[in-house]
């Protein structure tokens, strides 16, 4: 050996530790640093220079996060001052995130991201000055662009920031604050831009998009160009969608000095409750609860088939509530469940795979769900009560489905769980300690809701003291129950695995991790706050919970963690905590931040140009007007962008494009699909993109902790996350799924066949069930999963609902049929650009004496001339109105309830086919394949 290849002793030894910490943190070569900086690179920013830079930075985000609790917060209208609105309010948040955008992220050198990073300066400029045709000076437009193209050119290094970032930091900001110091004088020319609006626009759009490309990466750069190009370039279109194009005096107006654009309704939905939430989300985790969520579904699960990929199902549906990313989702829980769930046997690619199908589903769990679910709020215009209501049951049974398909996985590899650290008692036993569990829950409840309803009346406005007393007194309850158990550390993932945590100490340990999360959820559904001052109290009480937990812990054990007494010494890590969790909240609030503002480029170009509805036609020419097209597209499209957009951006732009598309072409085949479910359906298929490869970000980042191939993991993460995909299609055609105009005993029904069927779909999908499927057995679990799901669809066939009546039996129609049903009109008319269509209008049938009073009740008048029945005259702001009914439509078909029997007969023969499949897998299962399996591994290894 020559001397070049012999090794120091200490290089050996420094090889073996590096090999030792990447072994022991459970990852695939990638320490927790690596990771670290992963997440970090995503979500909150790679760049934390040294030094004073570095600290401004984290004060900046501190300040962010306390800014928001105070506009949140009811002090400012108490004391009087900082009382700000919702333009005022929008303009510091996005000051706040560009700032930080250009700190905190710095810009990639690849030869792709310097041409596109340049190349989009360079179009802006040219259609800025193409677009100054209103005799607006241009000779300072490429003095502004060529000063960002060199800013980009002189490059954006990683451990500190130079003077030309400095410059764009502060200039992108005050371009967002222009708004707010200008707000008067702005107000009195809306539609006239000055020059000086003109030049702070222009400024402000070419910056927000390069911190669009550094915090997001390019793909949302691209779009929202591509939208501001076609706003300019409009009369250059194809005919389809071809425009008048707009000025640069148009176009500054609307994106930039009203709130139709860059400050519209999506930044005010991340300002007024995203921030919150995400804030909340944060503290929690500082707090020690995303531990406990994991140590608590350990406990449970882990000795089960496959028990640990069961627990990281369950601890990423708990970690769901604490965190809206995907990627910091897949990492919190991922480093811990990925190496279990490689012990018991799952290779790397499927434990990845089950860890991001897992973790992805976090956004869609109600009630604290991703920050689109806010977004609806303001585009569908209901309550956030009313979206967790119909969110609630497709996000229940699509985690059921993937324990469920974790289930049959173990089962194919005959997988066994981790180790009891008891015995447990009887079955009957448990089973009565659940019930007995679920009636003291019960019981609980009403006490509190009776309590509640006590106090406020009693109290007036004291109530809120009383209400704080009592939560007081509950926390130092549960801390105290907490505080005769053993803390909760953090396990090593790489350590043998000799049994698990006891459920009872675990779950003791941290009940009062759960106390914010019911003040959230009691505030929202109960009190029916606003979902911005719910997130509130349930911040402000996480806050006190940050600051006493551990010193009062101290005091309750008698001595610290490390077993000296120290109450002032846990009130400062307490303080440390919640500084912490304010710098991470505002940090994570980034990219949302720079997402909403530049996702209301796209949303102004949309209502500015008038595409929506020339994209309408062009989906209808491609989908031939078939409903089912039409959301293949729509789940494409969205499939596409996610690739590159994050959940939220997506769902803001597909949801603008398509949405109204989707209700007015079901109502033209015949199907009133509620607006809510459309924007669920779009809001699911925007979270797949981040599981579908080649792109999805939570493949990547699983794989990195696995050591598995991405693609493969996003691959066999798809086919876990098919139930994610079936149901939006499922809930568009049988609304019943969303809870929509169903009472609580049917809604329960519900649940339970919905959550049978889609378990069904798993098997089918995963090609087991008792035992590995025959293909004629997937496709009968196929059929009677959908049956189940719809049962409509085959009852229809032999039963028609409707009997179709000529248009002038339509008063008949309306006294023969039982008030409250729904009866239907195929009408013909204009659409909101004079072109002819046909729909279909949906009535519910009012009490009346006969059929005159009844369409005098629907605000309807009639003529007839013939065979041909015309609307005459619609009252203003009746059902009839509501129901999209106008004068001069033509009424084509009335389409009355028929009699017929239950659809859900068509369970009885769906039954019968299950009841084959089972018969002829239990005949063919045998002791078990699983059994078999084991020992042949066990043959294997000897």
Same mark, same amino acid.
């Given at each position: 050996?020559?001397?070049?290849?012999?090794?120091?002793?200490?290089?050996?030894?420094?090889? /073996?530790?590096?090999?030792?910490?990447?072994?022991?943190?459970?990852?695939?070569?990638?320490?927790?640093?690596?990771?670290?900086?992963?997440?970090?690179?995503?979500?909150?920013?790679?760049?934390?220079?040294?030094?004073?830079?570095?600290?401004?930075?984290?004060?900046?985000?501190?300040?962010?996060? +306390?800014?928001?609790?105070?506009?949140?917060?009811?002090?400012?209208?108490?004391?009087?001052?900082?009382?700000?609105?919702?333009?005022?309010?929008?303009?510091?948040?996005?000051?706040?995130?560009?700032?930080?955008?250009?700190?905190?992220?710095?810009? /990639?050198?690849?030869?792709?991201?310097?041409?596109?990073?340049?190349?989009?300066?360079? +179009?802006?400029?040219?259609?800025?000055?193409?677009?100054?045709?209103?005799?607006?000076?241009?000779?300072?437009?490429?003095?502004?662009?060529?000063?960002?193209?060199?800013?980009?050119?002189?490059?954006?290094?990683?451990?500190?920031?130079?003077?030309?970032?400095?410059?764009?930091?502060?200039?992108?900001?005050?371009?967002?604050?222009?708004?707010?110091?200008?707000?008067?004088?702005?107000?009195?020319?809306?539609?006239?831009?000055?020059?000086?609006?003109?030049?702070?626009?222009?400024?402000?759009?070419?910056?927000?998009?390069?911190?669009?490309?550094?915090?997001?990466?390019?793909?949302?750069?691209?779009?929202?160009?591509?939208?501001?190009?076609?706003?300019?370039?409009?009369?250059?279109?194809?005919?389809?969608?071809?425009?008048?194009?707009?000025?640069?005096?148009?176009?500054?107006?609307?994106?930039?000095?009203?709130? /139709?654009?860059?400050?519209?309704?999506?930044?005010?939905?991340?300002?007024?409750?995203?921030?919150?939430?995400?804030?909340?989300?944060?503290?929690?985790?500082?707090?020690?609860?995303?531990?406990?969520?994991?140590?608590?579904?350990?406990?449970?699960?882990?000795?089960?088939?496959?028990?640990?990929?069961?627990?990281?199902?369950?601890?990423?549906?708990?970690?769901?509530?604490?965190?809206?990313?995907?990627?910091?989702?897949?990492?919190?829980?991922?480093?811990?469940?990925?190496?279990?769930?490689?012990?018991?046997?799952?290779?790397?690619?499927?434990?990845?795979?089950?860890?991001?199908?897992?973790?992805?589903?976090?956004?869609?769990?109600?009630?604290?769900?991703?920050?689109?679910?806010?977004?609806?709020?303001?585009?569908?215009?209901?309550?956030?009560?009313?979206?967790?209501?119909?969110?609630?049951?497709? %996000?229940?049974?699509?985690?059921?489905?993937?324990?469920?398909?974790?289930?049959?996985?173990?089962?194919?590899?005959?997988?066994?769980?981790?180790?009891?650290?008891?015995?447990?008692?009887?079955?009957?036993?448990?089973?009565?300690?659940?019930?007995?569990?679920?009636?003291?829950?019960?019981?609980?409840?009403?006490?509190?809701?009776?309590?509640?309803?006590?106090?406020?009346?009693?109290?007036?406005?004291?109530?809120?003291?009383?209400?704080?007393?009592?939560?007081?007194?509950?926390?130092?309850?549960?801390?105290?129950?907490?505080?005769?158990?053993?803390?909760?550390?953090?396990?090593?993932? @790489?350590?043998?695995?000799?049994?698990?945590?006891?459920?009872?100490?675990?779950?003791?340990?941290?009940?009062?991790?759960?106390?914010?999360?019911?003040?959230?959820?009691?505030?929202?559904?109960?009190?029916? +706050?606003?979902?911005?001052?719910?997130?509130?109290?349930?911040?402000?009480?996480?806050?006190?919970?940050?600051?006493?937990?551990?010193?009062?812990?101290?005091?309750?054990?008698?001595?610290?963690?490390?077993?000296?007494?120290?109450?002032?010494?846990?009130?400062?890590?307490?303080?440390?905590?919640?500084?912490?969790?304010?710098?991470?909240? %505002?940090?994570?609030?980034?990219?949302?931040?720079?997402?909403?503002?530049?996702?209301?480029?796209?949303?102004?170009?949309?209502?500015?140009?008038?595409?929506?509805?020339?994209?309408?036609?062009?989906?209808?020419?491609? @989908?031939?007007?078939?409903?089912?097209?039409?959301?293949?597209?729509?789940?494409?499209?969205?499939?596409?962008?996610?690739?590159?957009?994050?959940?939220?951006?997506?769902?803001?732009?597909?949801?603008?494009? +398509?949405?109204?598309?989707?209700?007015?072409?079901?109502?033209?085949?015949?199907?009133?699909?509620?607006?809510?479910?459309?924007?669920?359906?779009?809001?699911?298929?925007?979270?797949?993109?981040?599981?579908?490869?080649?792109?999805? &970000? %939570?493949?990547?980042?699983?794989?990195?902790? @696995?050591?598995?191939?991405?693609?493969?993991?996003?691959?066999?993460?798809?086919?876990?996350?098919?139930?994610?995909?079936?149901?939006?299609?499922?809930?568009?055609?049988?609304?019943?799924?969303?809870?929509?105009?169903?009472?609580?005993?049917?809604?329960?029904?519900?649940?339970?066949?919905?959550?049978?069927?889609?378990?069904?779909?798993?098997?089918?999908?995963?090609?087991?069930?008792?035992?590995?499927?025959?293909?004629?057995?997937?496709?009968?679990?196929?059929?009677?999963?959908?049956?189940?799901?719809?049962?409509?669809?085959?009852?229809?066939?032999?039963?028609?609902?409707?009997?179709?009546?000529?248009?002038?039996?339509?008063?008949?129609?309306?006294?023969? @049929?039982?008030?409250?049903?729904?009866?239907?009109?195929?009408?013909?008319?204009?659409?909101?650009?004079?072109?002819?269509?046909?729909?279909?209008?949906?009535?519910?049938?009012?009490?009346?004496?006969?059929?005159?009073?009844?369409?005098?009740?629907?605000?309807?008048?009639?003529?007839?001339?013939?065979?041909?029945?015309?609307?005459?005259?619609?009252?203003?702001?009746?059902?009839?109105?509501?129901?999209? &009914?106008?004068?001069?439509?033509?009424?084509?078909?009335?389409?009355?309830?028929?009699?017929?029997?239950?659809?859900?007969?068509?369970?009885?023969?769906?039954?019968?086919?299950?009841?084959?499949?089972?018969?002829?897998?239990?005949?063919?299962?045998?002791?078990?394949?699983?059994?078999?399996?084991?020992? /042949?591994?066990?043959?294997?290894?000897?």
């Amino acid at each position: 050996m020559s001397e070049k290849d012999k090794k120091h002793p200490r290089d050996d030894q420094q090889f /073996e530790a590096s090999a030792v910490e990447m072994e022991a943190a459970g990852h695939g070569g990638l320490t927790q640093a690596e990771l670290d900086a992963l997440v970090a690179s995503s979500d909150t920013g790679a760049r934390t220079p040294p030094g004073m830079v570095g600290k401004l930075l984290l004060v900046t985000a501190l300040c962010w996060s +306390l800014f928001q609790l105070w506009i949140a917060s009811p002090i400012p209208f108490i004391v009087g001052f900082g009382v700000m609105n919702d333009t005022e309010t929008r303009s510091i948040h996005l000051a706040f995130a560009l700032f930080l955008a250009y700190m905190a992220y710095p810009a /990639e050198r690849t030869p792709f991201q310097l041409v596109l990073g340049v190349g989009v300066p360079v +179009l802006m400029t040219v259609l800025f000055i193409i677009g100054s045709k209103a005799g607006v000076p241009i000779w300072w437009i490429p003095i502004i662009g060529a000063a960002v193209i060199a800013a980009i050119l002189l490059g954006s290094p990683k451990a500190w920031v130079p003077p030309w970032e400095w410059a764009l930091a502060i200039v992108a900001a005050l371009s967002a604050l222009y708004i707010y110091f200008f707000y008067d004088g702005i107000s009195t020319r809306v539609g006239a831009p000055i020059m000086q609006d003109y030049v702070v626009a222009v400024i402000g759009l070419l910056l927000l998009l390069e911190a669009t490309r550094r915090s997001l990466g390019p793909a949302l750069m691209i779009v929202a160009t591509v939208f501001l190009a076609y706003t300019f370039l409009g009369p250059y279109m194809p005919g389809i969608i071809a425009h008048k194009g707009n000025s640069l005096a148009e176009v500054v107006n609307h994106q930039w000095i009203t709130t /139709e654009g860059v400050f519209g309704i999506a930044l005010g939905v991340s300002t007024s409750f995203v921030f919150l939430f995400v804030l909340f989300g944060a503290l929690l985790d500082k707090a020690g609860a995303g531990n406990y969520f994991i140590q608590v579904a350990f406990s449970l699960m882990g000795h089960m088939r496959g028990g640990p990929a069961k627990a990281a199902v369950v601890s990423s549906a708990m970690t769901g509530l604490i965190s809206g990313s995907s990627i910091a989702n897949v990492v919190t829980t991922g480093t811990f469940t990925i190496p279990l769930m490689k012990k018991v046997g799952f290779s790397s690619e499927k434990a990845g795979a089950v860890e991001v199908a897992s973790s992805v589903n976090g956004q869609i769990m109600p009630p604290v769900m991703g920050a689109a679910a806010f977004l609806m709020v303001e585009y569908v215009g209901i309550p956030y009560f009313d979206v967790v209501k119909h969110a609630f049951v497709p %996000a229940t049974i699509s985690y059921i489905a993937l324990v469920y398909i974790v289930h049959l996985e173990a089962m194919k590899a005959g997988m066994e769980g981790l180790p009891r650290a008891y015995v447990p008692g009887p079955l009957i036993r448990r089973v009565i300690g659940f019930l007995f569990g679920i009636v003291v829950i019960g019981v609980l409840a009403f006490l509190l809701k009776f309590t509640m309803g006590w106090i406020r009346p009693t109290f007036g406005q004291s109530a809120i003291w009383v209400v704080f007393a009592l939560l007081t007194a509950a926390y130092l309850a549960l801390l105290y129950v907490a505080s005769r158990e053993e803390p909760l550390e953090l396990d090593d993932p @790489s350590a043998p695995v000799t049994q698990l945590p006891l459920p009872g100490p675990t779950v003791r340990s941290g009940l009062h991790f759960l106390l914010p999360i019911v003040v959230l959820v009691w505030a929202l559904m109960v009190d029916r +706050l606003s979902p911005g001052l719910s997130a509130f109290w349930a911040t402000a009480f996480m806050i006190f919970i940050l600051l006493t937990q551990r010193p009062l812990l101290v005091l309750m054990r008698g001595k610290d963690r490390t077993g000296n007494s120290g109450v002032a010494r846990a009130f400062r890590t307490g303080i440390d905590d919640l500084v912490d969790g304010l710098i991470s909240g %505002a940090r994570n609030m980034i990219g949302i931040g720079i997402a909403t503002a530049t996702a209301g480029i796209i949303v102004g170009a949309v209502s500015q140009t008038g595409v929506g509805s020339a994209l309408a036609d062009v989906v209808e020419v491609l @989908s031939g007007g078939n409903l089912l097209a039409i959301l293949f597209l729509t789940a494409i499209l969205s499939l596409i962008l996610g690739m590159g957009l994050p959940t939220t951006a997506n769902y803001i732009v597909v949801s603008a494009l +398509l949405a109204p598309v989707i209700v007015t072409l079901g109502q033209q085949n015949g199907l009133i699909v509620p607006l809510i479910a459309v924007h669920l359906f779009v809001f699911y298929f925007g979270i797949m993109a981040d599981v579908t490869p080649p792109v999805g &970000l %939570a493949s990547f980042a699983a794989a990195a902790v @696995s050591g598995g191939d991405p693609i493969r993991t996003g691959v066999v993460a798809f086919f876990y996350s098919l139930r994610t995909a079936a149901l939006p299609f499922l809930f568009i055609f049988n609304t019943d799924l969303l809870l929509i105009d169903v009472d609580w005993i049917h809604g329960i029904f519900v649940f339970i066949t919905a959550t049978l069927a889609m378990l069904l779909f798993a098997a089918a999908t995963q090609g087991w069930f008792l035992t590995r499927n025959r293909i004629w057995e997937t496709v009968l679990l196929l059929v009677v999963a959908f049956a189940i799901f719809r049962p409509g669809f085959f009852m229809d066939y032999i039963y028609p609902p409707y009997d179709d009546l000529p248009p002038t039996q339509f008063e008949q129609a309306l006294a023969d @049929s039982t008030p409250g049903e729904p009866l239907r009109l195929r009408i013909a008319g204009l659409n909101d650009v004079g072109e002819p269509v046909e729909f279909t209008s949906l009535l519910e049938v009012p009490e009346g004496a006969d059929g005159a009073e009844r369409m005098q009740a629907l605000g309807i008048e009639t003529v007839q001339n013939g065979d041909q029945v015309v609307i005459d005259n619609v009252a203003f702001d009746s059902p009839a109105q509501a129901a999209g &009914l106008d004068w001069d439509q033509t009424i084509l078909l009335v389409r009355a309830p028929a009699p017929a029997p239950s659809k859900y007969w068509i369970y009885i023969p769906a039954a019968l086919i299950l009841a084959l499949v089972v018969w002829l897998q239990r005949r063919r299962a045998g002791p078990g394949e699983g059994q078999a399996r084991r020992e /042949e591994k066990g043959l294997s290894h000897a």
